[in-house]
C-alpha cells in the first residue's frame, strides 16, 4: 500500500509562484511513476505533470510547459511541483498520483494510489 499527502496549496495572485509536496510512504519507491493531476469544478481531472521515479524522465502537459517544473528528492520520497507564472485558470485541486512501472502517463485510469488533493487558487 502506499500513502500520498499533498501540501502547500493555497492563494495567490496571477504571476505569482507556489511550490507543491506529495510525500509519499509505505513502499520502495525504486520502480514507479508518480505525477499530478488537477481538477477544476465542473472539469475533469486533468494530467499535470509526471516523473519516473527511477530516471527522473519528466513530461508535461502543453498547458504548463515553461511555468511548471516537478522534480523528486529520492531520499525524502517526496515529489515537488514548482508553479510559476501562475494564471487563474490554474485554479484547481490537484492531486499527486503513483503507479507501479516507470512510465508517467497521462492516463487517472493508470495510476492506482493518490492523494487528497490540495487547492490551489490564483485571483486574478
Same mark, same amino acid.
Given at each position: 500500500?502506499?500513502?500520498?499527502? %499533498?501540501?502547500?496549496? &493555497?492563494?495567490?495572485?496571477a504571476? +505569482?509562484?507556489? =511550490?507543491?509536496?506529495?510525500?509519499?510512504? #509505505? /513502499?520502495?519507491f525504486?520502480?514507479?511513476?508518480?505525477?499530478?493531476?488537477?481538477?477544476?469544478?465542473?472539469k475533469?481531472? %486533468?494530467?499535470?505533470? &509526471?516523473?519516473?521515479?527511477?530516471? +527522473?524522465?519528466? =513530461?508535461?502537459?502543453?498547458?504548463?510547459? #515553461? /511555468?511548471?517544473?516537478?522534480?523528486?528528492?529520492?531520499?525524502?520520497?517526496?515529489?515537488?511541483?514548482?508553479?510559476?507564472?501562475?494564471?487563474?485558470?490554474?485554479?484547481?485541486?490537484?492531486?499527486?498520483?503513483? =503507479?507501479?512501472?516507470?512510465?508517467?502517463?497521462?492516463?487517472?485510469?493508470?495510476?492506482?494510489?493518490?492523494?487528497?488533493?490540495?487547492q490551489?487558487?490564483?485571483?486574478?
Amino acid at each position: 500500500q502506499v500513502q500520498l499527502v %499533498e501540501s502547500g496549496g &493555497g492563494l495567490v495572485q496571477a504571476g +505569482g509562484s507556489l =511550490r507543491l509536496s506529495c510525500a509519499a510512504s #509505505g /513502499r520502495a519507491f525504486g520502480s514507479y511513476a508518480m505525477g499530478w493531476f488537477r481538477q477544476a469544478p465542473g472539469k475533469e481531472r %486533468e494530467f499535470v505533470a &509526471g516523473i519516473s521515479w527511477s530516471s +527522473g524522465r519528466t =513530461r508535461y502537459a502543453d498547458s504548463v510547459k #515553461g /511555468r511548471f517544473t516537478i522534480s523528486r528528492d529520492n531520499a525524502k520520497n517526496t515529489m515537488y511541483l514548482q508553479m510559476n507564472s501562475l494564471k487563474p485558470e490554474d485554479t484547481a485541486v490537484y492531486y499527486c498520483a503513483a =503507479r507501479g512501472g516507470s512510465y508517467a502517463s497521462t492516463d487517472t485510469n493508470e495510476y492506482e494510489w493518490w492523494g487528497q488533493g490540495t487547492q490551489v487558487t490564483v485571483s486574478s
